[in-house]
Structure formats: C-alpha cells, structure tokens
C-alpha cells in the first residue's frame, strides 16, 4: 500500500537476480470482468530480464483481487497431474474480496535429481483468536490438497503467525504441518540437524526466532517462514531393488537461511528500516543429498 512501487519492484528485480527461486506474496491484481489492475504482467516480463524464464502464478478471479501468489524459477517447472492452486473455503472480515489460497511448483534443477516442490501462501489477515483458528483451518486444506502425497518441499509465505508473541499458535501450526523444520528458527538457535536425524525442535525458544516484520506501533514479530519437509531414511524406497540404492533428496544447506532485508536506492521510497517492504524476505539454499 506504500508509494512508489514502480520504482521499489525495479529494485527488487535488480535484488532478485541472486537467487534462482522465488515464492512472493502480494502481487496482486484486481479484476472487474475483463479488466485487471496491478503489477503481476510487470513483473513477469522484468523477472525474464534476470533470467527467470519459468513461473506459475495463482488465477485471477472475474471480480476481485486474486491471491497474489507467485513462483518463478530459472530452472524448468514441471506440470502437476492436478491443480496448482487451492482457493482457501474459510476467510474472515476484509478478506472476503481476496482470493486468499496456496499456490504449488515442482522445479526441475537438473534431469538426474529428484523435483523440488515448492509452495507459496499467504494466510488470513488481522489479529485476534478468531482469525488465528482461520488461519490454522487455511493450513489444514493446504496440506490436504497440496501436501500430502509429497515428502520433500518447502512451504513459503506469510502466515500472519508470530513465533515470538504467540507460541501457542506456531507450535499448533508446526504440528498441523506435519514433521517439517522451520529453517530460520533451526540458524537462530544452533539446532541445524543433518539428513536422517529426526530429533524435535519444539523445545527451544521461540523468542530467539528473527523478527520479520518490524512494526512501529506493536510489537515486532516474526510471521515469515520457510518450512521445509525431508523425508526421513525410513520414508524413501529404493527404485532399483537388487543395488537398494535410495534416491537422492533435497535437504538443507547448514548456514544458510537468513532474513533479506533488501534495502531500495533512494531511501525516501523505504517502507521499514530502508527496505522495500514491511516485511522482511527470509532465504535459504537446499542442495541434494544421498540418502
């Protein structure tokens, strides 16, 4: 809702060119029939200029605002057998002109590795019990229609969940995700854990999680997340029975999540602290592994 977004998306696309995938929120587009207003066909084109010749992006509806949810790729996204996109069912208050939903990509690094799924979201809106139990029901379908036949993928976005101030609720939505790892938390905290280890990560404290969205009249909170889920040694099954070689997976590079705080070139065009947005990005780096 910020000026000058012409000027700051030009940054971020400039930003964007060091990294080879990205899973955004808020690049919305308002419809009115055959109208459209936004940024999304911009950004298209601009991110083709960096080299990210592949993207999805979540539909547009006939009237409203869609969901705003992007992956590109500078590595070839493959076809689902089935939707992509799942359109939330339960929303509260002003999101009922948002198409709020989870948007899923499989990247294809190289022919000989296993894909990568990727999926990006951007939970209910505004404060409150009731809109934290929206939120965690949000959760509940995208893993229902997104996640659950996978074992290896990353799920992006902001989830309007504070790890810091609202414990309760992060650790019911760890749960309702199933046996992933929030990758940030894992840096802040010193309990990166190697491929096959499966220890908990549910005792340390919540408070140490980076602060993603620097608010200036309420607390700071920590709302952005990349959960990633690989898949234990027990999981995998061998495609060549006689060698029982297990296929590779895509696991964590130790060391490298990190909050993005991508500052913009004019500091007048700032939203927080500098940066192009009132959140802050949250990066990390996978790499295949022999299970």
Same mark, same amino acid.
């Given at each position: 809702?910020?000026?000058n977004?012409?000027?700051?998306?030009e940054d971020?696309?400039?930003?964007?060119?060091?990294? *080879?995938?990205?899973?955004?929120?808020?690049?919305? @587009?308002?419809?009115?029939?055959?109208?459209g207003? +936004?940024?999304?066909?911009?950004?298209?084109?601009?991110?083709?200029q960096?080299g990210?010749?592949?993207?999805?992006?979540?539909?547009?509806?006939v009237?409203?605002?869609?969901?705003?949810?992007?992956?590109?790729?500078k %590595?070839?996204?493959?076809p689902? $057998?089935?939707?992509? %996109?799942?359109? &939330?069912?339960?929303?509260?208050?002003?999101?009922a002109?948002?198409?709020?939903?989870?948007?899923?990509?499989?990247?294809?690094?190289?022919?000989?590795?296993?894909?990568?799924?990727?999926?990006?979201?951007?939970?209910?809106?505004?404060?409150g019990?009731?809109?934290?139990?929206?939120?965690?029901?949000?959760? /509940?379908?995208?893993?229902?229609?997104?996640?659950?036949?996978?074992?290896?993928?990353?799920?992006? +976005?902001? &989830?309007?969940?504070?790890?810091?101030?609202?414990?309760?609720?992060?650790?019911?939505?760890?749960?309702?995700?199933?046996?992933?790892? *929030?990758? #940030?938390?894992?840096?802040?905290?010193?309990?990166?854990?190697p &491929?096959?280890?499966?220890?908990?990560?549910?005792?340390?404290?919540?408070?140490?999680?980076? @602060?993603?969205?620097? $608010?200036?009249?309420?607390?700071?909170?920590? #709302?952005?997340?990349?959960?990633?889920r690989?898949?234990?040694?027990?999981?995998?099954e061998?495609? *060549?029975?006689?060698?029982?070689? #297990?296929?590779?997976?895509? *696991?964590?590079?130790?060391?490298?999540?990190? @909050?993005?705080?991508?500052?913009?070139?004019n500091? /007048?065009?700032?939203?927080?602290e +500098?940066?192009?947005?009132d959140?802050?990005?949250?990066? &990390?780096?996978?790499?295949?592994?022999s299970a």
């Amino acid at each position: 809702g910020a000026d000058n977004k012409g000027e700051r998306l030009e940054d971020f696309a400039k930003h964007a060119a060091g990294f *080879d995938i990205l899973l955004l929120q808020e690049l919305f @587009v308002f419809s009115f029939g055959f109208f459209g207003s +936004g940024w999304k066909g911009w950004m298209i084109a601009r991110l083709k200029q960096e080299g990210f010749q592949y993207h999805v992006a979540s539909p547009e509806p006939v009237v409203g605002q869609c969901s705003g949810l992007m992956i590109f790729s500078k %590595f070839p996204l493959e076809p689902f $057998n089935h939707t992509d %996109f799942i359109k &939330f069912y339960n929303w509260r208050g002003r999101e009922a002109w948002t198409s709020k939903g989870a948007l899923r990509a499989k990247v294809k690094v190289d022919p000989s590795l296993p894909p990568f799924v990727c999926v990006v979201t951007h939970l209910q809106c505004d404060g409150g019990p009731e809109n934290t139990q929206t939120r965690i029901q949000q959760i /509940s379908q995208m893993k229902t229609y997104l996640l659950q036949k996978h074992t290896n993928y990353v799920v992006c +976005g902001d &989830f309007n969940i504070c790890a810091i101030n609202e414990p309760d609720a992060y650790q019911e939505m760890k749960s309702m995700l199933g046996p992933v790892r *929030d990758v #940030l938390l894992e840096e802040a905290t010193n309990t990166v854990r190697p &491929f096959g280890d499966d220890a908990s990560s549910s005792s340390v404290d919540l408070s140490l999680r980076p @602060v993603t969205c620097p $608010n200036t009249n309420k607390p700071l909170e920590s #709302l952005d997340y990349a959960w990633l889920r690989v898949p234990a040694p027990s999981e995998l099954e061998s495609k *060549d029975k006689k060698k029982r070689k #297990l296929p590779a997976v895509w *696991d964590y590079v130790a060391g490298s999540a990190q @909050v993005e705080k991508l500052p913009v070139s004019n500091p /007048s065009w700032g939203v927080r602290e +500098g940066t192009l947005s009132d959140h802050f990005g949250v990066s &990390f780096k996978i790499a295949a592994v022999s299970a």
